[in-house]
């Protein structure tokens, strides 16, 4: 059986800006991108809205939603998170200029068939970006909400796992919380 072709990240972004669906780039690899279900993509306006209701008084953080391509560990990656915030000047990836490079916090929210590859490729890639603090990863099926945050500048991520439409997780990163409730708002769980 003959080897999938690898890409360099010039190539899928060639590729990807004339392409009418989108697709994530992942070492060399091109990824298609399926699209969501009507309660994932509530979910994700959601929480942007809630976190930008929170900072939007704060002109240095910026909330993003699900279009914006987003370079993780030093280029290995480009994806596209259900949610992403940046703080400070945005700082794009090399001189492409719809490639930001220093999200500080990125939502995934989770469906059955990306789970996996969410939380085993994804998430590795996401807590080698060295300006990420935070990465929310979101159920669609219930009322849960892993908080991976990283412990200072030690490289080492904690995970708190809030379960109950009542929890709030605190965002320190971003001096704001975000209630379970906002994120679930009007979703039949």
Known sequence: MPR??????????????????????????ILAMAGGLPDHNFIGTNIAAALWHRLRAAASCRVINSDQ?????????????????VCGDLKMFGRNRDVIANPILVVEVLSRSITGYDRL?????????????????????????????????????KTTTHASISAIVELPSI???????????????
């Open 69 to 85: 391509r987003v370079a993780v560990a030093q280029g290995e990656a480009l994806y596209y998170p259900d949610v992403t915030v």
């Open 4 to 29: 999938p072709k690898r890409f360099t990240i010039n190539e899928y972004l060639t590729i990807e800006r004339k392409a009418e669906t989108k697709s994530e780039y992942c070492d060399g690899m």
């Open 175 to 189: 001096a704001c919380s975000l209630p379970l409730a906002d994120v679930y708002l009007n979703i039949d769980l």
């Open 121 to 157: 490729v994804k998430v590795p890639q996401y807590q080698r970006t060295p300006s990420m603090a935070d990465i929310l990863l979101v159920s669609q099926d219930k009322a849960r909400v892993e908080h991976l945050t990283r412990i200072g500048k030690t490289g080492k991520w």
